[in-house]
């Protein structure tokens, strides 16, 4: 598959200025956790787990959006699902897991970012708004209307993107002030965010024909590619259709990006729960191991 993808060029296969952006972006945090964070804060170390958290992020947000899987995700809808089940799933908690607390209180010290950042990762605010987002973003109209538009294909990505950290925000961040759920309630939460996500990955599965014309209309799928390949390296191509790529007809195609959607979705929500109950239990025993009986004091002669 990777062979017959050169065709596309070095530059929309690699994006060599994402991966300079996100190299950048990884060194400043290296020297800000490193370095530098005595300027900052009084804050002890960054713990080496923090630092692998976000360093796993970077590398799968230049695998998902700068390697061939993201031009992959233009040419195939199973590709596109897989894509954004990482994207939206497993990137935004290693990001929250990641940036260490002193970070976010000199974020919050803003005052109307810790006023956006309270209102929209309120449990229900942010449960509503990711999975409405998500689920909006693959009605057919709208999915092909943003998929051949470079601006609102950038914007409603990013947007999703911010949806979705505020959605992990509630069960995943550190700080004392933040913490909105506790253990029974976090379960709820994880069991809501997947039945709210599965109308849409129903809709894909069980549909009896192709839905989006930017995966089976040769013309609007052309459009769709050039949001990561030049016009003039498409026109050299000769390209005639999605076809060309799949080893399996259309529909199966839409069906198994439904499909994988939902597993990787049940994996990444099943072992949060894991956690959950983990961190539940160890909770529940460190609080019966200080309720220690106090001894009576001797009656009084």
Not at 47 to 52: E, I, L, R, V
Not at 161 to 170: D, E, K, L, N, V
Not at 233 to 259: I, R, Y
Not at 277 to 283: G, L, N
């Amino acid at each position: 598959m990777l062979s017959s993808l050169q065709m596309f060029g070095f530059m929309a296969l690699w994006s060599p200025f994402f991966l300079i952006a996100l190299l950048l972006i990884s060194l400043f945090y290296i020297l800000a956790v490193g370095p530098w964070q005595k300027k900052w804060t009084t804050e002890g170390p960054t713990s080496a787990k923090q630092k692998t958290y976000f360093l796993i992020g970077m590398a799968l947000l230049y695998i998902i959006k700068g390697s061939p899987i993201d031009l992959l995700g233009h040419l195939m809808f199973s590709a596109h699902m897989t894509q954004m089940a990482v994207l939206y799933l497993i990137i935004p908690p290693c990001f929250i897991l990641g940036i260490p607390n002193w970070m976010y209180e000199k974020l919050f010290s803003m005052a109307i970012i810790k006023k956006l950042f309270s209102f929209f990762t309120k449990p229900l605010i942010s449960l509503l708004l990711f999975n409405g987002l998500f689920s909006f973003y693959h009605v057919p109209l709208i999915f092909d209307a943003i998929k051949t538009n470079v601006l609102y294909h950038a914007a409603v990505t990013t947007l999703i993107f911010i949806a979705a950290f505020f959605m992990w925000w509630p069960m995943l961040n550190k700080l004392t002030e933040w913490q909105t759920l506790s253990g029974i309630k976090k379960v709820g939460y994880i069991f809501a965010n997947g039945v709210l996500l599965t109308p849409a990955c129903a809709l894909i599965i069980f549909a009896d024909e192709p839905l989006y014309r930017t995966f089976s209309d040769p013309q609007a799928w052309l459009n769709a590619l050039q949001l990561c390949v030049p016009k003039a390296t498409l026109a050299s191509l000769h390209l005639t259709g999605p076809e060309m790529f799949l080893s399996m007809s259309l529909l199966h195609d839409q069906q198994l990006g439904g499909v994988l959607m939902k597993i990787i979705q049940e994996i990444v929500y099943g072992a949060m729960l894991f956690f959950v109950f983990i961190e539940w239990y160890q909770k529940e025993r460190e609080k019966e191991s200080i309720e220690t009986v106090v001894p009576p004091h001797p009656s009084e002669s």
